[in-house]
């Protein structure tokens, strides 16, 4: 039987090495696998939380640029320094904490630098809570605010704040004007068309007057005729009673020259039958007389009656052309002046005015993001938070103290054999 030489390092005498410290590299290597295992169980998970941010603006200029006040070193030198701890512990929501959070505050020049206006710093933070790893970032962040408005730039900060709030109360007073304007303007409409009405019953109103002027010429151009056939009448009387009293009195010539040359004059009998003939006979030619002097009166009143309405037909006719002129003129010019001022009152309430109001709410709603974004400092996105636990991370811990426990017993394998090999000389007590 050949003895094994353990002096001699070779692969055989390697591997019966192994083999003979294999309990001893098993157990130590489950010990280190227990170790991982209880190392995940007992270290409590990690989230991890992270923002950007970049110095915050606190002036802009007057073409609108912003203009920053801090650095890049200010905010890394606070974050690094917890100088936030002093507003953090003040909160009730981080009573339970007796040390400060560790915020780490990194610059990469080659992150999102293209963004105008400062270097972006990232913040990040491990805490066992996950909504109170950013619940602390978010603190952190308003405590750098905080005591940036209570700092020397605090000045510029509150100057540009109020200017932008006296700005902003300028604006919502024109945007007040405006509505005062659409209740003036809505009121002028409501007068316009009242207007408008007035002249639809003033062509009402015409049209009745052309009614009544057309039936006042119609009534009388029927008495004209009426009283012209009363004068044609009188006249044909006139003649007959002229005719009636020319025949008398020639009949009384007639009897006044048979009187004179025939009959005793003497006679009283025939005296006394002249004086009658001749009174009946003058009694009738007065009758005539009278009859042909009221005919000629009545002719003369009837042709100036006929004359009057005749006349007044004629300037009725006159007033109704003047009335259908104003109707077509007057009125129509009015009423295509109405509706031109309500059509450009309509278009100034429906489209100057919304868009004047529109530029104005625009102008405030600038002038509300200049001031939302003066703060001492500018967060840049949204703080995100890991959805899972980044620490611990359990298979790498298990893997590592696994193969660490592995290598180890290993050692301790060579370490042990190495002192049963050379156990007589270590043992041997030292020759002084």
Same mark, same amino acid.
């Given at each position: ?33 227990? =170790? ?35 650095? +890049? ?14 507003? !953090? ?7 339970? !904490? ?5 915020? +780490? ?6 992150a999102i630098q293209f963004m105008a206006g400062g270097d972006v710093i990232t913040l990040t933070n491990l805490d066992t809570g996950q909504a109170r790893s950013g619940?602390?970032?978010?603190? =952190? ?20 704040r109020k200017g932008i709030e006296v700005r902003m109360l300028g604006i919502n007073h024109e945007i007040d004007l405006v509505e005062a304007k659409e209740d003036k ?34 009534? *009388? ?28 009195? +020639?009949?009384?010539?007639?009897? /006044? ?26 009694? /009738? ?54 509706? *031109?001022?309500?059509?450009?009152? +309509? ?68 370490? /042990? ?16």
């Amino acid at each position: 039987m050949q003895i094994e030489n353990r002096n001699i390092f070779t692969l055989p005498a390697l591997l019966n090495i192994l083999f003979r410290g294999r309990w001893i590299i098993a157990a130590v290597t489950v010990l280190g696998l227990l =170790a991982g295992i209880g190392y995940g169980i007992v270290v409590k998970p990690l989230y991890l939380a992270s923002v950007q941010i970049r110095p915050g603006i606190v002036a802009y200029t007057e073409q609108g640029s912003p203009l920053r006040g801090w650095v +890049r070193e200010d905010l890394v030198h606070y974050f690094e320094s917890s100088l936030y701890w002093q507003d !953090m512990k003040a909160e009730e929501r981080f009573k339970e !904490m007796v040390a400060p959070p560790i915020i +780490r505050a990194q610059f990469v020049a080659s992150a999102i630098q293209f963004m105008a206006g400062g270097d972006v710093i990232t913040l990040t933070n491990l805490d066992t809570g996950q909504a109170r790893s950013g619940a602390i970032l978010e603190s =952190a962040m308003a405590s750098f605010n905080n005591q940036g408005f209570r700092d020397t730039l605090s000045s510029d900060l509150n100057l540009t704040r109020k200017g932008i709030e006296v700005r902003m109360l300028g604006i919502n007073h024109e945007i007040d004007l405006v509505e005062a304007k659409e209740d003036k303007i809505s009121l002028e409409i409501v007068q316009m068309q009242g207007e408008q009405k007035l002249i639809e019953y003033e062509r009402q109103k015409l049209v009745l007057d052309l009614k009544t002027l057309t039936g006042e010429n119609a009534w *009388r151009q029927r008495a004209a005729e009426n009283v012209l056939v009363e004068v044609a009448t009188a006249t044909k009387r006139l003649k007959a009673a002229e005719a009636m009293l020319e025949s008398v009195m +020639r009949t009384e010539n007639d009897a /006044r020259e048979a009187g004179e040359t025939g009959g005793n004059p003497d006679d009283p009998v025939v005296e006394v039958l002249k004086q009658t003939a001749g009174r009946e006979q003058a009694g /009738r030619v007065g009758e005539l007389l009278l009859t042909v002097n009221e005919l000629s009166n009545t002719i003369y009143e009837g042709g100036v009656k006929a004359d009057s309405l005749l006349a007044r037909i004629s300037a009725n006719e006159q007033e109704m052309k003047r009335l259908g002129l104003v109707g077509d003129l007057v009125l129509a010019k009015r009423e295509t002046d109405v509706q *031109r001022k309500i059509g450009d009152l +309509r278009i100034r309430l429906e489209k100057e005015l919304p868009h004047e109001r529109a530029m104005l709410n625009t102008g405030l709603q600038g002038e509300m993001v200049k001031l939302h974004n003066i703060a001492p400092l500018e967060q840049v996105g949204n703080i995100t938070i890991s959805d899972k636990p980044v620490r611990p991370r359990k298979l790498r811990a298990m893997t590592l103290l696994t193969i660490m426990a592995f290598f180890g017993s290993l050692a301790l394998v060579f370490v /042990r054999e190495y002192y049963l090999v050379n156990r007589e000389e270590i043992t041997r007590p030292t020759r002084i």
